[in-house]
C-alpha cells in the first residue's frame, strides 16, 4: 500500500508494529505532524466509528485502534511546531463523567499547548465539582469540556445549570466539543438557559481560535 494508505489502514487494523517508521517517513517526504493526524490517522478513526456504529467492529478492537491512534499521536507531538510558550491564558480540560473518550480532549490539549495556553488536562470521567475544583484551584480563565457520548451531552446540560446555580455562571467561559454535540444544541439551547459564556468547538482548531477570542 501507498504511505498515506497504509497510515489510514494502521488505525482502522489496530497495526502498530512498524507505525514509527511510517510515520518518519511520512514526515520525511514533508507531511507535518498535524496533517497526518488530521488528514490520515483521524481519517481511519472516522472508519473504525462507522464499522464499530455498524456492528462490523467489535469494542476491544476499537481500543487497539485508538491505542494507536494515541501512540502516533504521543510520537508525533514532539515534532509539532511551538508556536508560543503558555503566556495566553489558562484552560482546565476535562472529559465529562460517565465518558471515557479523550483522544479529541488531548488534542485539543496539544492545539492548544502549542499554540501558547497553560492547559490543566484533568483527564476523562469528570464530574462538575472536580472540574471547577481544578478552574478555582488553577486559576484557570476558561473552562473546557468534551464528551463523545450522546448522553454527554445532557451531562455538559447539567454541568451548566450547576455553575449558574453555584453562582460561577459568569466566571468561566466555557467551550464544549465533542463528536456527539452540534452548534444549534450548544448555541441555541444552552446558551438560553445559561448566564454565562458558552461556545461550541466543532475541532481542535476551532477551539484554539474560540480561546483566542474570549482571551482579548
Ligand atoms: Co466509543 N463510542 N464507546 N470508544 N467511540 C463512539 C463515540 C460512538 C459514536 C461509536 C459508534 O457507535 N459509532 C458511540 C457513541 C454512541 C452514542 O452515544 N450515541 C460509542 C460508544 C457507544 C462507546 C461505548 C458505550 C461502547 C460500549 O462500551 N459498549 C463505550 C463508552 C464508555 C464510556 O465512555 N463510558 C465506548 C468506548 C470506546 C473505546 C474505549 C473503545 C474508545 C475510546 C478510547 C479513548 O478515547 N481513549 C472508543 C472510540 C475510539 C470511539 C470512536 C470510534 C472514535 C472516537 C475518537 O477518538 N475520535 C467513536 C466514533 C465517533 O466518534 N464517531 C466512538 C477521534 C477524535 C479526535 O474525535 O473526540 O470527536 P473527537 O474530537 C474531535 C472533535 O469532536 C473536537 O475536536 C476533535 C478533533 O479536532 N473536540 C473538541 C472534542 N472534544 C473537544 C473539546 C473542545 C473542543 C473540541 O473544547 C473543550
Known sequence: LPLDERLRRR??????????????????EGRSPLSIINDLLLDGMRVVGE???????????????????????AYLEPH?????????GRIVLATVKGDVHDIGKNLVDIILSNNGYEV???????????????????????????????????????????????GVAQRWPVLLGGAALTRAYVEDDLRAAFPGQVHYARDAFEGLSLMDRVMT
Request: avoid cysteine; hydrophobic fraction near 45%.
Open 120 to 166: 490543566v488536562n484533568i483527564g476523562i470521567k469528570q464530574p462538575i465539582s472536580a472540574i471547577l475544583d481544578a478552574a478555582e484551584q488553577h486559576r484557570a480563565d476558561a473552562i473546557g469540556m468534551s464528551g463523545l457520548l450522546v448522553k454527554s451531552t445532557v451531562v455538559m446540560k447539567e454541568n451548566l445549570a450547576e455553575m449558574a446555580e453555584r
Open 51 to 73: 464499522l464499530f456504529g455498524s456492528g462490523q467492529m467489535q469494542l476491544p478492537f476499537v481500543l487497539q485502534s485508538a491505542e494507536v491512534m494515541k501512540t502516533a499521536v
Open 80 to 88: 509539532m511546531e511551538k508556536a508560543d510558550d503558555g503566556g495566553k
Open 11 to 28: 488505525i482502522v487494523d489496530g497495526e502498530r508494529n512498524g507505525l514509527e517508521a511510517d510515520l518518519d517517513a511520512a514526515m520525511a
